[in-house]
């Protein structure tokens, strides 16, 4: 165990703090940091063995690709072969925000940094902590989620700091995630752009941006030939088992209390929208926001899914969501947790 040292969003201020967080990723360590997504371990993305740490710390597997976090638009040309004609009017929409591109990367890139992969996935974030760290570390910063590997991303302090102290250099207290789910990864350099990942910048979004089709393969059988390494591998999981329900509440109730009723010595809980709280009666519930504010529900998944490890529960049903807008990334996040467990009432 080392000691990790935890700063404060005012401490990046203070010329010495600066200093030190400048040289800790120089010397190849890593820094968990706060985005506008979820939390990030940062290590220097030009070194493979800060890179190489990030995967021993996260417990990842090494085939899964970093995304790679920069500080301006002018420093994407120095990692990437092309700029396709798509990503420019992206950029102009969607950057510095929770929009990462995937382009051929160049040699000056490790494939330690981009999991063997001759592609690079870039993103620039717009959080201004995030950006001042990534500005003082005057590197680009490879960064997965700040969580152990298999386990729901973070998106409070208390959590990062769970999962990684005295595994990384530095931590950043940064506060709440204000989005709550990664960003959204999309391949530009397809003929089609294809989403791997959705998230906030939706699919529609990009359609509307660009003025044509973009494609989907985040859905993609994690089975065959994942385009994105990440799908393949089982995410977000609590120790409990996770199942998702289709149907009306009155339908969720009385299925869920007759599980209960046959299971008595199992926990259960019900994760559900804020409308439909005071319906459900004598069960352990887990509002995460009303349907009509779905990006509150989105800032609260991860944290959700978190809790119901601290509370034990063995069994966690889970109200599905409607997929419109951010629904999508919020029902995609759901399904990995459950599996893809789900039950049609
Ligand atoms: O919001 C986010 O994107 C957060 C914050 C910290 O920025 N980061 C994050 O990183 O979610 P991570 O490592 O947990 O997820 C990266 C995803 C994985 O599914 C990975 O497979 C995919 O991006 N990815 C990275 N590089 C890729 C590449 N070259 N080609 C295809 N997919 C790639
Ligand atoms: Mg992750």
């Not at 709440?176 to 089609?192: A, F, M, R």
């Not at 003025?211 to 994105?228: L, R």
Request: charged share 20%; with cysteine.
């Amino acid at each position: 165990m080392k000691q990790t040292i935890v700063y404060t969003i005012q401490d990046l201020q203070d010329p010495q703090i600066k200093q030190h967080l400048h040289d800790t990723i120089h010397r190849g360590g890593l820094v968990v940091f706060p985005t506008e997504t979820v939390y990030g371990i940062g290590g220097n993305a030009l070194d493979k063995l800060a890179s190489k740490r990030i995967y021993e710390v996260k417990g990842r597997p090494s085939d899964n690709p970093l995304i790679v976090h920069i500080g301006s638009i002018d420093e994407l040309p120095k990692y990437v072969l092309q700029i396709p004609l798509v990503s420019l009017k992206l950029m102009e929409s969607f950057w510095p925000g929770p929009l990462t591109m995937i382009f051929e990367k160049n040699d000056v890139v490790p494939l330690e940094t981009t999991g063997g992969l001759s592609t690079i996935a870039i993103r620039y974030p717009s959080s201004p902590v995030a950006l001042d760290f990534i500005r003082i570390a005057k590197v680009p910063i490879a960064a997965p989620s700040a969580n152990i590997s298999g386990k729901p991303s973070s998106t409070e302090f208390k959590h990062v700091f769970q999962d990684l102290n005295g595994l990384v250099d530095v931590m950043i207290d940064g506060g709440p995630s204000t989005i709550g789910l990664e960003s959204t990864v999309l391949d530009v350099t397809t003929p089609i752009p294809t989403v791997l990942r959705p998230g906030s910048v939706t699919k529609e979004m990009i359609e509307t941006c660009l003025g044509t089709f973009v494609q989907d393969a985040s859905e993609q059988s994690s089975i065959d030939a994942p385009k994105s390494p990440g799908m393949k591998y089982t995410h977000y999981k609590p120790s409990g088992n996770v199942m998702i329900l289709y149907g009306n509440r009155q339908a969720v109730q009385a299925h869920v209390q007759a599980y209960m009723k046959d299971n008595p010595l199992i926990k259960t809980a019900l994760i559900c929208a804020t409308d439909d709280e005071s319906f459900y009666k004598d069960m352990l519930l887990r509002p995460l926001g009303y349907r009509n504010q779905p990006s509150q529900i989105a800032k609260q998944v991860f944290s959700a899914l978190r809790e119901m490890d601290e509370w034990n529960v063995q069994m966690i049903f889970i109200h599905a969501f409607s997929t419109e807008d951010i629904g999508f990334a919020i029902m995609n996040r759901l399904l990995k947790a459950a599996g893809y467990h789900i039950m049609h009432l």
